[in-house]
């Protein structure tokens, strides 16, 4: 049975609930998951992730994403944080690398379009993202990607949208249930 590690991040921007981090407590029970919380930190999701890699065949981050209206699967991370909101810890970084010298990019090593399919197959809204921003589940993708260059270990990251308390007052806000982002990221862990 393959080990995977399934991470993902606590509330951030004065949210009180991350719908990546609910879909994450009501995943964790698997016995093929090893389920972790993230910090929405520059300095420390990287730090409380990385020590945890060793002995997973793959990793599959998740973070929200406001404004997305299905579950978007990331191509790709670039090496640079450059904040339009402060973090948890109150910084802002802007125009900043991650890895001083490093790659300008890391593409994501799990099946991309294969997972897609399989959440659509779910009857959910899916599509491949280019851009997983420049904020802190950027960064995390990154320093997951840098660290597990070469190793053969599969690793990327899905956005998810709000859930709809997010987005009560605002209809223009996408927003889909808890259930099915659970549903469609089952699906995702299935393909791997």
């Known amino acids: 049975m393959s080990r995977i590690l399934l991470t993902a991040f606590e509330p951030f921007g004065g949210e009180t609930v991350n719908p990546s981090m609910e879909i994450l407590?009501?995943?964790?029970?698997?016995?093929?998951?090893?389920?972790?919380?993230?910090?929405?930190?520059?300095?420390?999701?990287?730090?409380?992730?990385?020590?945890?890699?060793?002995?997973?065949?793959?990793?599959?981050?998740?973070?929200q994403a406001r404004g997305r209206t299905g579950l978007t699967v990331e191509r790709v991370a670039i090496n640079v944080d450059d904040a339009s909101i402060a973090d948890n810890a109150k910084e802002c970084p802007c125009d900043q690398p991650i890895v001083k010298n490093g790659p300008a990019a890391h593409f994501a090593t799990l099946p991309v379009k294969?997972?897609?399919?399989?959440?659509?197959?779910?009857?959910?809204?899916?599509a491949i993202s280019n851009?997983?921003?420049?904020?802190?589940?950027?960064?995390?993708?990154?320093?997951?990607?840098?660290?597990?260059?070469?190793?053969?270990?599969?690793?990327?990251?899905?956005?998810?949208?709000?859930?709809?308390?997010?987005?009560?007052?605002?209809?223009?806000?996408?927003?889909?249930?808890?259930?099915d982002m659970t549903r469609g990221i089952e699906a995702a862990i299935r393909v791997l």
């Open 25 to 63: 407590h009501r995943l964790s029970g698997r016995p093929d998951i090893d389920a972790l919380t993230v910090p929405v930190t520059f300095r420390d999701a990287a730090a409380a992730v990385l020590p945890h890699l060793p002995g997973h065949d793959a990793v599959l981050m998740l973070g």
């Open 114 to 126: 294969a997972i897609v399919e399989a959440i659509r197959a779910e009857g959910l809204p899916a």
């Open 131 to 179: 851009s997983a921003g420049t904020f802190v589940c950027n960064h995390l993708m990154y320093c997951v990607l840098h660290a597990l260059e070469g190793s053969g270990v599969r690793a990327g990251f899905i956005h998810v949208p709000c859930l709809p308390e997010q987005t009560q007052g605002d209809p223009a806000v996408p927003a889909m249930p808890l259930d």
